[in-house]
């Protein structure tokens, strides 16, 4: 029996459904205009408020955690848990995501992951976020464990990642050449973060690099001289790069300005998320062993230094639309379309016939309704 949804505006990621009507199954059975509809008695007619709207399903390539839990903590169970604390935020395709650790500890939270992805299909993906970083640009990554980029060591953890490391942020100034091309070849996407490498050198064709990590945070900034990564990213078209929108990380402004330079097909919004994302403020909490404080919506070191965000990815959606005045159709490829694209998960990021019914139903004021993933319903609790 498929289910139907009807008489709703449809943004599907490649235009925007006005009045129409979505049948469904695990996949997108029929998508259009309502004037085309034609019933079947067996469709289950799911009741939607006026005003409400359909987006594609949420794509996060980099968060750490939240709920208590970590990626790091290498726990099938509480993975899969998060996965589905996950859902009540929008996201249905999520690369969880490691931070500098002891080789023995990466080994161990890659081979949970791969475990988990055998039956939980919202994890399409790992981010391995370090340890091959700049030490003197780790922010909240421990400086202890920074090694140099390793190409037989990477090799090994793609192995014991069951080959589902997609992305890895690293310092290309620590790099070699024969490490980016190893990777690159692999079909991994190699991204500058925690990284103070120079604009021209990365410019100079020096770097495999096409995708910049949680653009202006910890990396060599634009300055009048020297544009630094940041430049990288937001000047040279092909880069994609990462925005933590939480009015956090990046001011608003700034936001706005990675906006209007790059457009909303080369912008991917994250979370960079840890555990303590669900939790109450002034609780402690921990990344990468680290103590954190919540505080006023920030996530910090004892040493000030933020530590990954409390952020929820409805609200994310939210906000890069108010941020830089990008439309629907805009933020639904900053946080579907793009990421799918990137990483070729050709199955999810958009709304059309054959693919996975992965969407979320929002009310008029984008407030999370209920979430589907290959086209079971979860209703929303808490998007604060």
């Known amino acids: 029996m498929a289910k139907l949804i009807k008489n709703i505006d449809i943004y599907t990621g490649v235009g925007v459904v006005k009045n129409g009507f979505l049948r469904f199954s695990n996949k997108i059975e029929e998508i259009g205009e309502a004037k085309a509809f034609v019933t079947k008695g067996d469709d ?8 409400a709207i359909i987006v594609p399903g949420f794509i996060d390539v980099h968060t750490h955690g939240g709920y208590g839990f970590d990626t790091m903590d290498a726990d099938v169970d509480g993975l899969n848990r998060f996965m589905e604390n996950l859902r009540r935020e929008g996201l249905t395709s999520v690369f969880p995501t490691t931070i500098t650790q002891t080789k023995d500890n990466i080994k161990k939270a890659l081979v949970s992951v791969a475990e988990a992805a055998k039956n939980n299909s919202m994890i399409r993906g790992i981010h391995l976020e370090g340890p091959f970083i700049n030490a003197d640009m780790n922010g909240a990554q421990p400086a202890e464990y920074v090694i140099r980029p390793d190409l037989a060591l990477f090799k090994n953890w793609q192995k014991d990642a069951d080959g589902l490391i997609k992305l890895v942020t690293y310092a290309p100034e620590k790099s070699g050449s024969a490490f980016e091309a190893g990777l690159h070849n692999m079909g991994v996407v190699l991204s500058a973060g925690h990284t103070n490498q ?27 001289r020297e544009p630094g990564v940041t430049g990288y990213g937001v000047l040279t078209p092909s880069i994609k790069v990462e925005v933590i ?28 998320s840890m555990r303590a994302k669900g939790q109450k ?5 921990e990344l990468g062993g680290q103590k954190v404080i919540v505080k006023n919506g920030a996530a910090r070191l004892e040493n000030g230094h933020l530590a990954g965000s409390v952020l929820k990815y409805i609200l994310a959606f939210r906000n890069i639309q108010k941020f830089t005045g990008a439309s629907i159709e805009e933020a639904v490829l900053m946080t579907s379309v793009n990421q799918a694209r990137e990483f070729g998960l050709n199955d999810v990021g958009s709304l059309e016939v054959g693919k996975r019914a992965n969407f979320n139903l929002l009310n008029s004021d984008q407030d999370l309704l209920e979430n589907f993933l290959d086209g079971d319903g979860l209703k929303a609790v808490d998007q604060k």
């Open 281 to 285: 403020e002034n609780e402690v909490s």
């Open 44 to 51: 289950q007619v799911i009741t939607v408020p006026k005003g």
């Open 245 to 272: 929108a939480d009015g956090v990380h990046v001011s608003p402004e700034m936001i706005k300005l990675a906006y209007q330079l790059k457009g909303a097909k080369n912008i991917e919004v994250i979370t960079d």
């Open 198 to 224: 120079s604009y021209f050198k990365m410019n100079k064709g020096q770097t495999l690099a096409s995708h910049v990590t949680h653009l202006y945070n910890r990396q060599s900034q634009l300055e009048g």
